[in-house]
């Protein structure tokens, strides 16, 4: 069982940066690829990003590819997401999830998350 906590979530203005970060539960952090997805009100949960058990393979949905970077600390389990150029429409609630995956694979399918956090919301406005 892993359990994801995020926090981070606020009020930002467009251009602006936000942080969000996730807490996981567990020994076995280094096992789980780790994602962020996000949904925003009347739309389906969409893929923001991804990143491998080591660390060192990410992939990034097109819409934030620039704007958003993702990093995981194995000895802290946590995973982070830092948000800069702030757009309106990433307005929604950002979701952290784990998907047991050891190796360097990772993936970006809703269906291939096993664990979910609660989620934050982050609202972007002009």
């Known amino acids: 069982q892993v359990q994801l906590v995020e926090s981070g979530g606020g009020l930002v203005q467009a251009g602006g940066s936000l942080r969000l970060s996730c807490a996981a539960s567990?020994?076995?952090?280094?096992?789980?690829?780790m994602g962020w997805f996000r949904q925003a009100p009347g739309k389906d949960r969409e893929f923001v990003v991804s990143?491998?058990?080591?660390?060192?393979?990410?992939y990034y949905a097109d819409a934030v590819k620039g704007r958003f970077t993702i990093s995981r600390d194995n000895a802290k389990n946590t995973v982070v997401l830092q948000m800069n150029s702030l757009k309106i429409e990433d307005t929604a609630v950002y979701y952290c999830a784990a998907d047991y995956r050891p190796g360097n694979s990772i993936c970006s399918v809703y269906g291939c998350y096993d664990y979910w956090g609660q989620g934050t919301q982050v609202t972007v406005s002009s």
């Open positions: 990143v491998s058990g080591s660390g060192g393979r990410t």
């Open positions: 567990g020994r076995t952090f280094t096992s789980y690829a």
